[in-house]
T-cell receptor, first 115, second 117 residues
Framework: NAGVTQTPKFRVLKTGQSMTLLCAQD?????MYWYRQDPGMGLRLIHY???????AKGEVPDGYNVSRLKKQNFLLGLESAAPSQTSVYFC??????????????FGPGTRLTVL | AQKITQTQPGMFVQEKEAVTLDCTYD???????LFWYKQPSSGEMIFLIY??????QNATEGRYSLNFQKARKSANLVISASQLGDSAMYFC??????????????FGAGTQVVVTP
């Protein structure tokens, strides 16, 4: 049981390049989330998904796109990377339902640098 | 508007002593949950403790306890008998139920804790 995994772990891009971050979970969770972490700002939600084939915008969605074609995978895409997207990206997943205490399980993070 | 406020950017604590990390929150939702996560230097996010808005008692998990003062909208984390391995960044987060039923968490900026021998 690997939990939540993310690939790649590190990446350096040039401005304007594109890339996709992959998140996979093996816990059969319905909900998945992408966050970015910047110094002094905690984690901010980029996009999220409440089920296969559905996605929605979070707090800071501009410059990113996502897809959830399979329940276990949640992809985050940068079409044209900008230096402002230099950050650590975390994927998380949780059970669906009304339980307030549903814990979010986090992946190990991807450190992205855009030059 | 910032919904989770952690006013202590950094703290030093001596080994074996207790430390309290402050967290205040802002919500008009009567149903909400508060979470604390630990992020060591290796980067992963580790869930520590949860407190629900309707819970009558303060949550405890081993050396972690939550000092929940609902009227003051504060949910301070207390770490007792600090260990060197407690050195990490600590995040407070909130989930609102009625306002947002999709389980999204809102995080504070974090508090960096350094435990000294």
């Amino acid at each position: 049981n690997a939990g939540v995994t993310q690939t790649p772990k590190f990446r350096v891009l040039k401005t304007g390049q594109s890339m996709t971050l992959l998140c996979a979970q093996d816990m059969n969770h319905e909900y998945m989330y992408w966050y970015r972490q910047d110094p002094g700002m905690g984690l901010r939600l980029i996009h999220y998904s409440v089920g296969e084939g559905t996605t929605a915008k979070g707090e800071v969605p501009d410059g990113y796109n996502v897809s959830r074609l399979k329940k276990q995978n949640f992809l985050l895409g940068l079409e044209s990377a900008a230096p402002s997207q230099t950050s650590v990206y975390f994927c998380a997943s949780s059970l669906a339902g009304d339980h307030l205490d549903n814990e979010q399980f986090f992946g190990p993070g991807t450190r992205l640098t855009v030059l | 508007a910032q919904k989770i406020t952690q006013t202590q950017p950094g703290m030093f604590v001596q080994e074996k002593e207790a430390v309290t990390l402050d967290c205040t929150y802002d919500t008009s939702d009567p149903s909400y949950g508060l979470f604390w996560y630990k992020q060591p230097s290796s980067g992963e996010m580790i869930f520590l403790i949860y407190q629900g808005s309707y819970d009558q008692q303060n949550a405890t998990e081993g050396r972690y306890s939550l000092n929940f003062q609902k009227a003051r909208k504060s949910a301070n984390l207390v770490i007792s008998a600090s260990q060197l391995g407690d050195s990490a960044m600590y995040f407070c987060a909130m989930r609102e139920y009625l306002t947002d039923s999709w389980g999204k968490l809102q995080f504070g900026a974090g508090t960096q804790v350094v435990v000294t021998p």
